[in-house]
C-alpha cells in the first residue's frame, strides 16, 4: 500500500539552527499538508500547499517557517532559527484529487524535533 | 475559532468490553469527520470517517455516529482485542478549500487481556 514517508524520525538540534524536515507524499497526490503536535497536546494545522504554492497556513506559520517542493517527489518543511517551543512531532499528510480519496489525508510516521 | 474537544484522554477496558470516544466540534460548516489511529512509532492511520449527510455508519467491530444539530461525533469499537490499544483522534473538516483537518486532543486507548 502507498504511504507517506518521512525523514528522519528523530531530529536534535540547538536553538538558533536550521532544520529541513523532509516527506515523500504519495506519488500521484498533489495535496500536501504539514501539522505538529507538541507533546501531550492536540494536532494542529500548519500549512496546506498545492499547485507549488501555499494555499491555506495557520497563524504558527510564521517567517520562520517555509515549504517547498524542490523536485516531483519530496515537500520539505524548513524551520529557519529553531526555537525551544518548536520541539514537537511533525506529521506530513497528502492527499488525493479523485473520487473519495480526494477526502482522505494520509500521514507518515513523523519526525520528532527536539530543540536544545 | 474552530475547534474539536474529544473525550476521554486515556480510556482503559477490558478486553472483549465496549469503547466509547466521544468528540464535539465547534464549526457548523464541517461535514467530514474522520477517525485515525494512531499506533506506536507510526502515523495516523484513517480507521473510520462520516459525512455529515449520514447518522451511522459501520465497519465491522467500529462504528462512528454523527450528530449534527449538536455538533457531536463518537467512535464506538466493540469486542476490543489488545491490538486495540493505541491513540485516537478523530477530526473535523470542510470538504472546501484547503481540506486542513482540525484534530481533537487524542484518546490513549489500553485494551487490558
Known amino acids: 500500500e502507498p504511504e507517506v514517508t518521512q525523514t528522519p524520525s528523530h531530529q536534535v538540534t540547538q536553538m538558533g539552527q536550521e532544520v529541513i524536515l523532509r516527506c515523500v ?9 504539514w501539522y505538529r503536535q507538541i507533546l501531550g497536546q492536540k494536532v494542529e494545522f500548519l500549512v496546506s500547499f498545492y499547485n507549488n504554492e501555499i494555499s491555506e497556513k495557520s497563524e504558527i506559520f510564521d517567517d520562520q517557517f517555509s515549504v517547498e517542493r524542490p523536485d516531483g517527489s519530496n515537500f520539505t518543511l524548513k524551520i529557519r532559527s529553531t526555537k525551544l517551543e518548536d520541539s514537537a512531532m ?8 479523485a473520487g473519495v480519496a480526494k477526502n482522505i489525508q494520509y500521514f507518515g510516521a513523523g519526525t520528532r524535533l527536539s530543540v536544545l | 475559532g474552530e475547534n474539536v474537544e474529544q473525550h476521554p484522554s486515556t480510556l482503559s477496558v477490558q478486553e472483549g468490553d465496549s469503547a466509547v470516544i466521544k ?20 502515523g495516523p492511520q484513517l480507521i473510520i470517517d462520516i459525512r455529515s449527510n449520514v447518522g451511522e455508519k459501520k465497519d465491522q467491530r467500529i462504528a462512528v455516529t454523527l450528530n449534527k444539530t449538536a455538533k457531536h461525533f463518537s467512535l464506538h469499537i466493540t469486542e476490543t482485542q489488545p491490538e486495540d ?4 483522534f478523530c477530526a473535523a473538516n470542510r470538504l472546501s478549500g484547503t481540506y486542513k483537518y482540525i484534530f481533537g486532543t487524542g484518546t490513549r486507548l489500553k485494551v487490558l487481556a
Not at chain 1, 507524499?25 to 499538508?33: A, E, G, K, Q
Not at chain 1, 511533525?90 to 484529487?97: D, E, P
Not at chain 2, 490499544?85 to 485516537?88: K, L, T
Request: aromatic share 26%; charged share 10%; proline share 5%.
Open chain 1, 25 to 33: 507524499p504519495i506519488s500521484n497526490h498533489l495535496y500536501f499538508y
Open chain 2, 23 to 42: 468528540c464535539t466540534y465547534s464549526d457548523s460548516a464541517s461535514n467530514y469527520f474522520p477517525w485515525y489511529k494512531q499506533e506506536l512509532g507510526k
Open chain 1, 90 to 97: 511533525y506529521f506530513c499528510a497528502s492527499r488525493g484529487i
Open chain 2, 85 to 88: 490499544s493505541a491513540v485516537y
